[in-house]
Each structure stands twice: as C-alpha cells, then as structure tokens.
C-alpha cells in the first residue's frame, strides 16, 4: 500500500457572464487527492493521509476517496473549512487566481495527529504540493518523512503552487528540508522553473537533489515527455504522446501515481528493493507514466485512467 499525504480541496471555476452573472463550477481536487484516486484506478491500493472538514465539500471528498477504493483510516477530520482555489475568467478568457486556505481542515494537521506506528504493509509514503509547505501540517509532514524513512520508500512531488507560496526563497527552504529523507522526486519542469528562476538549468537542480538525498529525480517537460536521472547512471528521457489534448489538469498527479504504481507491480517500490532499481526498469516505468498521463490529458479535468486503459494505450 502507498500512504498520500497531503491536500484534498475544491477548485472553484468561475466565469463571468456577458449579463453579469457568474457562471460556477465546483471540482474535487487537490494534487495528492488526486494521486490518491489514481494509485486506486491503476490497480495499487492507496491510503489517504491528511485533514478533511466534516463540511459538505469534505463530506464530497471522503465520499469520492471513498468510492475510489481509497483507504481513509489515517484521514483526519475537523470542524474547519475546506480550502477552495479560485480560478476566475473574464469575458475574454484571462484567466486569474485567489486561494482560500488560512485555517482550513488541510493545514491542521499537527505532530499528535501523525499515526504512532505504520504496518509494514506500506511500501511507500509520498508528500505533495502546498501541504509540505504551510504550517503546522508542513512540519507534521516533515516529521513523519525523518520518522519513516529508514522503513518506506518517500516520494516528493513538489507541485509548486505560487499564489499559496509566493516567496520562493522560503518555498524552497521548506521544501529543501525533505529531501534529506526522500528516495523519489517527481517534479515538472515548470515547477522547476517557478522555484529555480529561468536562468537555473534543469540539470543543475537535479543534480542538487540527488546531492541532498533523493536516488530517483523525474521532471515531465509537457508534451514533449519526461527525464528521469538516477543516480550514477546517465539521464534517460521518453517522448510524448501524440493525443488531442482537452486540458492538463490532474496530467502530472498522473504520471506520479503511475511511476509508483509500475514499480510496485515490478516489486521495486519497497524500499529495499528500490535500491535494486535498473535503468531498463525505469525505463518502462516512464514510458506506462507518459502513457498514462497522455490519456489524463484527452478528458476533461482529472479523469485519471485506469490500469488496463495504460496498457491498451501502451498496445496501440
């Protein structure tokens, strides 16, 4: 099983009338709710760990976590409110950007609602996005990273998020402070970007990373594929997929949940085995990844693909 930690909030479309009302649509999501349902779909059993209000947005949350197949015996609930992202778009399609998430239930984690013991059966533990950041469910993260790392695999997805952290100096010496205790990092090359400043070659944060700590470093350039560096070896890239693409949203939660997921099927996720991972190996994994993000990217929203949905795409 893989432990999600992290954020599972509401996205708020909204868009403006020509008579002047607002047109809303209200999604489930958040970057580890979404890797949660994908490790579902693909065929992994998955565990999500993190704080969800007793709200009707949070009762919308667990429902659909639920009926994913998603375990929530480590979901923490409260009487706060859940978090909701605002995306605004005028008349003319510009697009703007507010979030509320000051107190809400995802940020109250704290260090007594970390489980006190995780079954071996938890092959892997994986952190993302904001939650790694904010305080106190940051440091609660933090805490449980160092605790674990000696016992599961941890993975980081980064999934930089500049109108929650605008200070990226501070951004990156929160984030910096798990890599000691990361054996994955999947990031995207925007992500890279937005937190290195443009004049920062990719290469040169990988390499940063890998002195830091983490073995595995992926970063998913879009439409043009993925790098993955494993340390020692030379870096390996897969192309993209031609696909007609719909929007992107959920395309990197995708490739994440679909990397972990293939290297649990080749039983090289436990830690232990992790170490044993060849270039071939990871190889294959990015190309089910690409694949498998590919198809998140012809649905609208985060309509995450199943298993057999990859190999199909993978046969054609």
Same mark, same amino acid.
């Given at each position: #099983?893989?432990?999600?930690?992290?954020?599972?909030?509401?996205?708020?479309?909204?868009?403006?009338?020509?008579?002047?009302?607002?047109? !809303?649509?209200?999604?489930?999501?958040?970057?580890?709710?979404?890797?949660?349902?994908?490790?579902?779909?693909?065929?992994?059993? /998955?565990?999500? @760990?993190?704080?969800?209000?007793?709200?009707?947005?949070?009762?919308?949350?667990?429902?659909?976590?639920?009926?994913?197949?998603?375990?929530?015996?480590?979901?923490?609930?409260?009487?706060?409110?859940?978090?909701?992202?605002?995306?605004?778009?005028?008349?003319?399609?510009?697009?703007?950007?507010?979030?509320?998430? +000051?107190? =809400?239930?995802?940020?109250?984690? %704290?260090? +007594?609602?970390?489980?006190?013991?995780?079954?071996?059966?938890?092959?892997?533990?994986? @952190?993302?996005?904001?939650? #790694?950041?904010?305080?106190?469910?940051?440091?609660? @993260?933090? =805490?449980? &990273?160092?605790?674990?790392?000696?016992?599961?695999?941890?993975?980081?997805?980064?999934?930089?998020?500049?109108?929650?952290?605008?200070? #990226?100096?501070?951004?990156?010496?929160?984030? +910096? &402070?798990?890599?000691?205790? %990361?054996?994955? $990092?999947?990031?995207?090359?925007?992500?890279?970007? %937005?937190?290195?400043?443009?004049?920062?070659?990719?290469?040169?944060?990988?390499?940063?990373?890998?002195?830091?700590?983490?073995?595995?470093? #992926?970063?998913?350039?879009?439409? =043009?594929?993925?790098? /993955?560096?494993?340390?020692?070896? *030379?870096?390996? !890239?897969? *192309?993209?997929? +031609?696909?007609?693409? $719909?929007?992107?949203?959920?395309?990197?939660?995708?490739?994440?949940?679909?990397?972990?997921? @293939?290297?649990?099927?080749?039983?090289?996720? /436990?830690?232990?085995?992790?170490?044993?991972?060849?270039?071939?190996?990871?190889?294959?994994?990015? =190309?089910?990844?690409?694949?498998?993000?590919?198809? !998140?990217? !012809?649905?609208?929203?985060?309509?995450?693909?199943?298993?057999?949905?990859?190999?199909?795409?993978? /046969?054609?």
């Amino acid at each position: #099983m893989i432990l999600v930690c992290g954020e599972a909030l509401i996205d708020l479309f909204v868009t403006n009338r020509p008579d002047g009302h607002l047109n !809303t649509e209200a999604v489930l999501g958040g970057s580890p709710f979404n890797v949660a349902v994908a490790l579902s779909r693909l065929g992994e059993p /998955a565990s999500f @760990f993190g704080g969800l209000s007793t709200d009707s947005f949070g009762q919308a949350l667990a429902q659909r976590l639920g009926a994913e197949g998603v375990d929530l015996s480590y979901a923490v609930r409260s009487e706060s409110l859940t978090t909701i992202s605002v995306v605004a778009a005028d008349r003319h399609g510009h697009p703007s950007y507010a979030f509320h998430g +000051e107190g =809400k239930a995802d940020r109250q984690l %704290a260090a +007594e609602d970390l489980p006190p013991v995780l079954p071996d059966s938890i092959a892997a533990i994986t @952190f993302g996005s904001y939650s #790694m950041i904010v305080e106190p469910v940051g440091d609660s @993260f933090l =805490k449980l &990273a160092e605790r674990e790392k000696g016992r599961s695999t941890i993975s980081l997805d980064p999934n930089v998020r500049p109108t929650v952290t605008p200070k #990226m100096s501070e951004w990156r010496d929160r984030f +910096e &402070a798990f890599l000691p205790h %990361a054996d994955i $990092v999947k990031a995207s090359d925007e992500d890279v970007a %937005a937190a290195y400043c443009e004049s920062e070659r990719i290469d040169s944060v990988v390499e940063r990373w890998h002195r830091a700590g983490p073995r595995l470093v #992926m970063v998913t350039h879009g439409g =043009k594929g993925a790098a /993955a560096y494993l340390r020692g070896h *030379p870096p390996i !890239t897969v *192309p993209g997929r +031609e696909v007609s693409v $719909v929007d992107t949203v959920g395309a990197g939660d995708t490739f994440h949940a679909a990397v972990l997921a @293939f290297l649990a099927r080749i039983n090289r996720l /436990a830690k232990s085995q992790f170490q044993s991972l060849t270039v071939p190996e990871l190889m294959e994994a990015l =190309k089910y990844a690409v694949a498998a993000s590919s198809i !998140t990217c !012809t649905r609208r929203g985060a309509d995450l693909p199943t298993h057999q949905a990859v190999v199909n795409a993978l /046969a054609s």
